[in-house]
């Protein structure tokens, strides 16, 4: 069966761009090959092509019930998610040592587009399920991985994450939920959770719930909460039971059903028991450190959903007659398809640009993880990888949320009537990705979190580093001596100009004492940013495609090398737009008080 | 029952700005007044609060369903559109002479918006049936008058436009529909016909279907169509009988699902009899007579979405806490309301600035059709009318579809989860609204309308002759000694001249035998011309707004001017931006081959 993934998109990304084959010359991944890489990837295609895809319809169309206490879920949701753990997946990008296959973040990347491209909300629970294992695998006990991460790589048992509150999403700092410490040294958990994802279902043995929660006595805000492993089920075997964490209510979304989101209470009607993680008061912090992973997780998600619903379109567009060209009169001739219409390559090209412009940075971040794993692992310094990874991951989890939906809005547009029904599967991903640029932070936090805190917060220096990289990529083009490389390397300097003395005007404004003012412009600079840094993904992916020009694969090359100009022409300019807008200090959504409004 | 619905933002576009009381001045309108049209509106927001908003969230759930050849609705349909039909406002626009109210088409539009901000797929069906009507009224004979338009206009009959076919959406000169002339003088029609909106339920004794179909030996393409009146019953009383227009299959879409849509097979089974309208081969023309109002009555449609999630996130916005000002580290203090976070007022003053320059606009297109109506009633010229109206309907239709959606995603955003959840409107209403960029002739088309046909066309006649409408406005602003205005006014003074030069660079290329070049930039120059359109529509505001200041009502009117600088600030700069990316003379999406895609 043939769907919308070709292979080759996603191996320029690692083998052309990023060289992930080079990544087994180091002792970390020595036990991999290109070979090993590629095989796993084509598994992925597999099942997400047998398993997921052809049930992502159904799923869709069925609400998940609550019924006496427990979650249905569509009957099509499990016979997937087993095949992804019975493949090992869960355990792909984790150290052997905890039952894991030891893969660099890169292609587990890779795999996870491809079945997010798929059927993204089904692939929530295996997802959540690793993120929360990453946590436990970084900050929980001996005791802890002995008794949770082992099953969780073996897919025994599924996690979640459980952060927000119906009182507190966006603010941490107003969780409720409480812990008691008991004389077992266990804690007794009481309180309210929102937005939990995963949060019940019947396709594991166990749900290892990771909870944020405040103790008796703890400081107000962010610096007193803790964070806390609370099973659904305690035990195993004969003395089994259940913990008093249940689902007492569902959300009922426009999209991404299969994913269940829930409310959730703890102790409401008995002992809720929990584990802490780590030390006491260090939970949000902890819970960070997962989160980036998280967010670069939505982007990918975003982007595999633009990717999809271009991939659809774009088949759509070849087989689908209509119309003339615009100087032909004669209505006697066949109508041509609507692909060889400039408007309907307009669309495809914007998708094209937006989707793999946003897939490329993902799987940018994604290496940069593998590259931070390594230097871990052979004992050496992070921080230039910790300081970049810091201030790519607001831009990796917005950029693609906001720019990917707009792509797939393109998609419906290019079926027309179409793509605005059931029968295609072009809406329905639209609306599964119109709740990225919502969870895991909105992206009104990521421009806050990017501008306040990575770009003003640190004075400059993570962008100084980011623009050497780009720099780097830039001076690569102009060597290059190719025409078009040359013009996409001068265009991208001058952008990096803008951001530069917009960035310097809005730290000016903070000197002054002007914050307010300042972070007012935190969403046009978080695009600002976010178009420079796709713009450099797309010269990144020129000055590969220039060389792969000329072989058996030309088109394939040719065809990146117009998405970059055609991204260059379009999208670029509105880097100078917003510096120019920006700059000019406008104050007033800042000025604008409720009653006028 | 408070709804989001606020007179005075109605009330300020129809007499601050549009002067529409002025109206009553002329004989055609003289047995009317200010006070009537206050009535009126009044009126319309009473049954749109009381009968359309409270059901639109079930009628969403419902799909409906086709039983033995009959469509079903959702029960709760029906009250509400015989609650519109009841007051009149079917006849609302038409004259009394065929039982109408004879109000103006601007007073009208007021009404209709308001409708549509309630329950935009609902009121579908009593629109359908005005724009029939009006049809009929411009070109029928006085027996199809009769016969058909009086029962319309009471109500007891409703109407439909059916114009697409499975294989010809976009493209209608492919239409391959069949009408057979009788020895009785009517037709015999055969073919099918697709994406037909209300093309059957039981809410009015007949339906009256508006087809374009060919007759035989006709010439090739959009010159052989010709216009049939096909009812679904012909004759009344004990004489009535089944026509053989039947819906054979439904279309389920992602929204609008009030509004059923479907196929309809015509003379499948048995006689199909059509009555030609006007003269043969003429079909098309008449149809895009009245397919500029429908045009104009999607982008109303479309604006009202946009107004509806716009007021409903604001009150949101007002009544939930979260988070505290950037500069406050004490989380023991109150949450704010997230209405006093800068990023939230950005997102509503946005919606504002979309949504109240949508809505103008339709306002002020409807007001020009009061004027032409004026002129024929007085035997005066309306050529400059005729041609002002030529050139802003494709942006009336395209702008508020493209920028509200955009509108109602901003207000998905502002409440955040819930937003995305089915228990708050505005996932619903962003459904909805993601059709209205597709029907009635894609975004797509509306540029090639505006550039190739509008612009280019005619030479520069259309765009000469709204430049110096705009000048009109831009002269106002600075002879009022306001420094905000003369300020607005200057910015809009050089968009024109973006838009000028745009349009001379691709007329240029057009003369040069260069047309496809041209034309392939059509939808960023839609947005080009859009953007400076709605500056105007601003400055419109933005000059009435001045004067109102002070007075009693001083918050709804500097939030007026506030919104203008708003939209000067962070919209306007984007027309130098399409400016320059249009006149680069950018070739990538004309020379990029399927094969590269």
Not at 250 to 278: I, P, Q, W
Request: proline share 4%; aromatic share 10%.
């Amino acid at each position: 069966m043939e769907t919308h993934i070709r292979l080759k998109d996603f191996q320029f990304f690692l083998y052309d761009v990023l060289k992930v084959e080079e990544l087994c010359k180091k002792s970390l991944y020595e036990n991999h090959s290109k070979e090993v890489f590629d095989e796993i990837i084509e598994v992925a295609k597999k099942i997400a092509e047998e398993k997921f895809e052809p049930v992502a319809a159904a799923l869709d169309t069925f609400d998940p019930q609550l019924k006496d206490g427990e979650v249905i879920l569509h009957p099509d949701l499990k016979p997937a998610v087993d095949a992804f753990v019975e493949a090992g997946f869960i355990g792909s990008a984790f150290p052997e040592e905890w039952g894991g296959m030891g893969l660099p973040y890169s292609v587990y990347t890779a795999c996870g587009a491809i079945f997010s491209s798929c059927n993204l909300p089904a692939i929530g629970y295996p997802f959540l399920t690793i993120a929360a294992a990453n946590l436990i695998s970084v900050h929980g006990s001996q005791e802890q991985k002995d008794t949770f991460l082992r099953p969780m790589i073996e897919g025994r048992y599924f996690g979640t994450m459980c952060l927000s509150e119906p009182q507190a999403g966006s603010s941490l700092s107003d969780i409720t939920t409480m812990a008691t410490l008991k004389d077992d040294g266990t804690y007794s958990l009481k309180g309210g959770k929102m937005w939990i994802s995963a949060a019940d279902h019947q396709m594991s043995e166990n749900i290892i719930h990771l909870v944020l929660a405040k103790t008796p006595g703890a400081p107000a805000g962010v610096k007193g909460i803790s964070l806390f492993i609370v099973p659904k089920f305690l035990g195993e075997g004969e003395s089994k039971k259940r913990n008093d964490i249940k689902v007492v209510g569902l959300n009922h979304k426009m999209g991404y059903r299969a994913t269940v989101n829930s409310v959730l209470a703890l102790g409401d009607e008995g002992e809720c028991t929990g584990f802490l993680v780590g030390e006491q008061h260090k939970g949000l912090l902890y819970m960070f450190h997962m989160m980036n992973e998280a967010r670069i997780g939505v982007g990918m998600g975003a982007a595999a959903c633009g990717y999809a619903g271009y991939r659809y379109s774009l088949k759509y567009a070849k087989e689908r007659p209509q119309g003339r060209a615009p100087q032909n009169k004669n209505p006697s001739d066949p109508q041509l398809m609507i692909i060889e219409h400039a408007d309907v390559k307009r669309m495809l090209l914007a998708q094209k640009a937006y989707t793999e412009g946003a897939l490329m940075l993902t799987f940018y971040c994604a290496r940069l993880y593998d590259l931070q794993q390594i230097a871990h692992h052979d004992k050496k310094e992070t921080k230039e990888i910790d300081i970049l990874l810091d201030i790519l991951t607001p831009v990796a989890k917005a950029w693609p949320s906001d720019y990917c939906l707009e792509a797939n809005s393109l998609a419906i547009q290019v079926l027309g009537g179409y793509g605005y029904t059931r029968d295609y599967p072009v809406e329905r991903i639209y609306r599964d990705n119109r709740l990225n640029p919502i969870h895991e932070g909105t992206n009104g936090i990521q421009g806050l979190d990017l501008l306040g805190r990575k770009v003003l917060g640190d004075r400059g220096k993570g962008l100084k580093l980011l623009s050497e990289k780009i720099i780097e990529t830039i001076k690569e083009a102009e060597s290059s001596k190719d025409k078009t490389l040359i013009g996409l390397a001068k265009e991208l300097k001058t952008s990096l100009q803008y951001v530069d003395e917009t960035t310097k005007a809005l730290g000016f404004l903070a000197l002054k004492g002007k914050v307010n003012l300042s972070l007012s412009h935190s969403t046009p600079y978080l695009h600002l940013l976010g178009h420079t840094v796709v713009a450099w993904m797309w010269l990144l992916q020129a000055n590969e495609a220039v060389k792969g020009t000329g072989n058996k694969e030309d088109s394939f090359y040719k065809g990146k090398i117009k998405t970059a100009q055609f991204f260059y022409a379009w999208e670029v300019p509105k880097i100078k737009m917003w510096g120019e807008a920006i700059r000019s200090g406008d104050k007033t959504a800042l000025e604008t008080t409720p009653d006028l409004l």
